[in-house]
């Protein structure tokens, strides 16, 4: 499986979390257990993918509260809810909020595993599309203000004499600036100029 | 006026007819006391001149117009006779009587009636004489009697008496005739030989006439079963003892080895069985109402009298039983003395007595018994409609903890598939991973303990049982409660603290029913606290030991109880709550109450409500058994 994943437990019950990890240990994971939200908040969560298997209901502030901090921290780790007993509204709280999944123990290996896969999954997807936001940011950042102008008005679909005209400079200057700034963006094309652009609209949206 | 006046003259007229009669009866005394004669011609002590004596002093008592002195004088015979004895009784009976001449002259017997025809001109001139007691064949033998001399005859009937005792032994053969020596014994010698062929055809009849009294003795002593002994008894045998008849019986009587018969009414009561007799008390009786018409003025001559004195079958109910004569062979007119009564008769009244009190005693007691049985039944239906409330109410109270539940039993079966996926895993990649597999295993175990704990503890408290009345320890039995609730607690964001006390709070109960009332009042608590602030979530549960009682205190830093609804708290279908019953404080009452406790609320000096349970300490506090639920 994968091997970077490190797995989050966090459950106020010493016995499941224990047997949770060993299993997650023989399925190969490296996994950390937490007996409060509390210990899992203060730990130094390495940059790792990885997921969160998280209790519902434990003394203090709940699985659910933890989710609703992460998500206002932004820190966008996946969360898979386990309880003791599914009530509905907790659930549907729960899947609103963004989590993977919300298994009722006894939990199922194919289930669970499933979920941390989903879980994982996701993490794996949203690391990717951050670096390619980050690849692209930095990109952009190593335009000079006048090549981004430029980079702009492509983008937005002027032709270079209406650009020129508009930040008053030469047809020629344009052109070069248009040569430097693919160069630094490391596309050949127009097309391809065109996508880099659409990607970061998405991105950064 | 007029009652006034009769009212007043009564007593004086009363005075003077009780003035008259008194004078009259003093003239009476003076003037016309009557005497009679009676001359016996035996002795004293004989008893047949007893029984006569008897029967005359207290007819003529009873008949007599005028009151009568009775004097009685005796001839001893036959242990005085001859010429000189009588001279000296004519003298002193002379002189004795000189002045104060006999109305009338009893004479008993038949030598009395001699000795009177003898001597009546010089002794009692113009007297009338009555006999009694005298044979009729005497009389008849004799000239007819003078009209002034009257009585009712005597016949003995040894015939009659000997028939009956044939009757009465069916199987004798042989008939002993006992006779003594003086005159008079062979004189009835004499008349019984008479009699004997009568008898001769049935049995052998043996005369035993003049033994001595100590052969005599031996002869019946030796007697066979088969023999009857018939006897007029005697005076003397042929030595020198001398007897009364009856107490020459008396001993036949008490030595003979078959029964014996007499023809005198004196001889029952000494051992002989009985006969038909004449009663010497009834001779007496006649004579003694002879008397009374002679000292009344009636003629002699102008008395109806009868032939003879009727003869009476008599026995000795004593001597039946001894011989075996059972009492249907007994005739319904035969005079029967000296019956035992039976227990019944003897005991009758105390026998209905003591039987109606037994009776009245065991309805007393059946009702009783009914009574305590109809109260048992009620008492069971009550109880099984306690236990079924309160078992409904368990469920409710169950339904309420579902999530709670579910988490507990959750948890630890999450915990053991975990643990098993893990070994499993362990297995399949190959790698001899024994110590962690042996770890794996343990924490299944302990794991499926725990989740066994929690269903035990739940069905126990779920159940559907019999109250029971064990001793147990209250504080154990609140620790399982808070073990169970804390889930729910911490569902709700209630603090629930328990404090118990370190020693033993032992009491005698239901341990189940009483932790559905601490259960039942948690709840509560927690359901009064889920609308406050945080801070104001908790509820505290302790328990104070003191000699006597066990005192559990829920307190919740609620609202508290309105005044108003504080009286009717307990109550049956009382409730604030929007889908409350009402049920679950009033079984929560009747439980405690049934265990002899008692449960109140009230308000927190601060805030909240404060419920208490107060049960009473069992007697022994060490080794109470420690129930749990």
């Given amino acids: 499986m994968n091997r970077e994943a490190l797995i989050h437990v966090v459950d106020d019950d010493e016995s499941f979390r224990t047997s949770l990890l060993e299993l997650l240990t023989a399925a190969g994971f490296e996994a950390r257990?937490?007996?409060?939200?509390?210990?899992?908040?203060?730990d130094p969560t390495p940059d790792r993918p990885g997921c969160l298997l998280l209790d519902v209901r434990m003394p203090g502030p709940s699985g659910l509260?933890?989710?609703?901090?992460?998500?206002?921290?932004?820190?966008?780790?996946?969360?898979?809810?386990?309880?003791?007993?599914?009530?509905?509204?907790?659930?549907?709280?729960?899947?609103?909020?963004?989590?993977?999944?919300f298994l009722e123990k006894p939990i199922q290996r194919d289930a669970l595993l499933d979920a941390i896969a989903r879980a994982l999954e996701r993490d794996t997807g949203r690391r990717k599309a951050h670096d390619e936001a980050h690849r692209h940011h930095e990109r952009l950042a190593a335009l000079t203000t006048r090549e981004r102008d430029v980079f702009e008005r492509i983008v937005a679909g002027r032709l270079n004499k209406q650009i020129a005209d508009e930040l008053g400079i030469s047809l020629r200057t344009v052109k070069v600036h248009r040569a430097h700034l693919m160069e630094k963006l490391g596309v050949a094309t127009a097309a391809e100029l065109g996508r880099f652009a659409g990607e970061g609209r998405n991105l950064h949206d | 006026m007029r009652p006034d006046l009769r009212a007043s003259c009564r007593p004086a007229l009363w005075l003077v007819v009780l003035c008259f009669a008194l004078s009259g009866r003093a003239a009476g005394v003076a003037n016309d006391a009557?005497?009679?004669?009676?001359?016996?011609?035996?002795?004293?002590?004989?008893?047949?001149?007893?029984?006569?004596?008897?029967?005359?002093?207290?007819?003529?008592?009873?008949l007599s117009s005028r009151p009568a002195h009775i004097f009685s004088e005796f001839l001893d015979f036959p242990e005085f006779t001859g010429a000189a004895h009588e001279l000296n009784l004519m003298r002193y009976l002379r002189e004795k009587y000189d002045r104060r001449r006999p109305d009338v002259l009893v004479a008993v017997a038949k030598e009395s009636l001699d000795f009177t025809f003898r001597h009546r001109a010089d002794l009692f001139p113009g007297g009338p004489v009555v006999h009694a007691a005298v044979f009729k064949s005497y009389l008849d033998s004799n000239p007819t009697?003078?009209?002034?001399?009257?009585?009712?005859?005597?016949e003995y009937d040894p015939a009659g008496t000997i028939e009956q005792a044939l009757r009465w032994h069916p199987s004798a053969r042989r008939l002993i005739i006992v006779n003594g020596a003086t005159p008079r014994d062979t004189e009835w010698e004499a008349q019984l030989k008479a009699l004997a062929p009568r008898f001769e055809e049935r049995v052998k009849v043996e005369f035993l006439s003049g033994l001595t009294t100590a052969a005599l003795h031996q002869r019946l002593a030796t007697l066979d079963a088969d023999c009857v002994v018939f006897t007029p008894g005697y005076y003397q045998g042929s030595d020198s003892v001398r007897f009364t008849p009856r107490d020459s019986v008396e001993a036949m009587a008490r030595v003979s080895a078959a029964p014996v018969y007499g023809p005198f009414s004196s001889l029952i009561g000494t051992g002989a069985v009985g006969g038909r007799i004449p009663s010497f008390e009834a001779m007496g009786q006649q004579a003694g109402q002879i008397v009374a018409h002679l000292l009344s003025g009636a003629a002699p001559a102008t008395l109806a009298l009868p032939q003879v004195m009727p003869n009476q079958l008599t026995i000795d109910w004593r001597q039946a039983q001894r011989w075996g004569i059972d009492d249907a062979q007994i005739p319904d007119d035969t005079m029967v003395h000296f019956r035992q009564p039976t227990l019944w008769e003897t005991y009758r009244g105390l026998a209905i007595a003591t039987a109606a009190v037994v009776l009245l005693q065991?309805?007393?007691?059946?009702?009783?018994?009914?009574?305590?049985?109809?109260?048992?039944?009620?008492?069971?239906?009550?109880?099984?409609?306690?236990?079924?409330?309160?078992?409904?109410s368990r469920l409710s109270v169950a339904g309420e903890l579902t999530a709670s539940i579910a988490h507990e039993i959750n948890q630890p079966l999450g915990a053991i598939l975990a643990s098993a996926d893990a070994a499993e895993l362990m297995l399949k990649s190959g790698v001899d991973r024994r110590e962690d597999l042996l770890r794996i295993v343990t924490r299944i175990r302990r794991d499926d303990l725990r989740a066994s704990d929690v269903i035990r503890k739940l069905r126990a408290l779920l159940a559907k049982h019999a109250p029971e009345r064990e001793p147990?320890?209250?504080?154990?039995?609140?620790?399982?409660?808070?073990?169970?609730?804390?889930?729910?607690?911490?569902?709700?964001?209630?603090?629930?603290?328990?404090?118990?006390?370190?020693?033993?709070?032992?009491?005698?109960?239901?341990?189940?029913?009483?932790?559905?009332?601490?259960?039942?009042?948690?709840?509560?608590?927690?359901?009064?606290?889920?609308?406050m602030p945080p801070d104001r979530r908790n509820v505290t549960v302790d328990v104070k030991s003191a000699a006597a009682a066990i005192t559990v205190t829920v307190r919740d830093r609620g609202h508290g109880i309105a005044p108003e609804h504080l009286p009717r708290l307990f109550d049956s279908f009382f409730s604030t709550k929007q889908r409350g019953m009402g049920l679950g404080l009033s079984i929560a009452r009747?439980?405690?109450?049934a265990h002899g406790g008692r449960v109140w609320a009230e308000n927190g000096p601060r805030e909240g409500a404060v419920f208490h349970v107060e049960l009473?300490?069992?007697a022994v506090p060490n080794s109470v058994s420690m129930a749990s639920a």
């Fill in chain 1, 33 to 42: 257990g937490y007996a409060s939200t509390g210990d899992f908040l203060l």
């Fill in chain 1, 65 to 101: 509260d933890l989710q609703a901090s992460l998500l206002r921290q932004a820190k966008t780790i996946p969360v898979v809810f386990l309880t003791g007993h599914a009530d509905v509204t907790t659930g549907i709280r729960a899947m609103k909020a963004g989590a993977v999944d």
């Fill in chain 2, 34 to 62: 009557a005497t009679v004669l009676v001359l016996y011609t035996n002795g004293r002590l004989v008893p047949g001149n007893v029984e006569v004596e008897r029967g005359l002093s207290r007819t003529l008592a009873g």
């Fill in chain 2, 145 to 154: 009697l003078p009209a002034d001399v009257v009585g009712v005859p005597v």
């Fill in chain 2, 362 to 392: 065991a309805g007393l007691i059946v009702a009783l018994l009914l009574e305590q049985r109809r109260r048992r039944r009620a008492e069971v239906a009550v109880q099984v409609q306690r236990s079924e409330l309160a078992h409904a």
């Fill in chain 2, 472 to 531: 147990f320890d209250l504080g154990l039995a609140i620790s399982d409660v808070a073990k169970l609730l804390e889930a729910e607690a911490h569902r709700r964001e209630v603090t629930l603290e328990v404090q118990t006390t370190q020693a033993e709070a032992a009491v005698v109960g239901d341990v189940v029913q009483i932790q559905q009332v601490l259960i039942n009042l948690i709840i509560n608590a927690i359901d009064a606290v889920a609308d």
């Fill in chain 2, 590 to 593: 009747t439980i405690v109450e």
């Fill in chain 2, 616 to 618: 009473t300490a069992a």
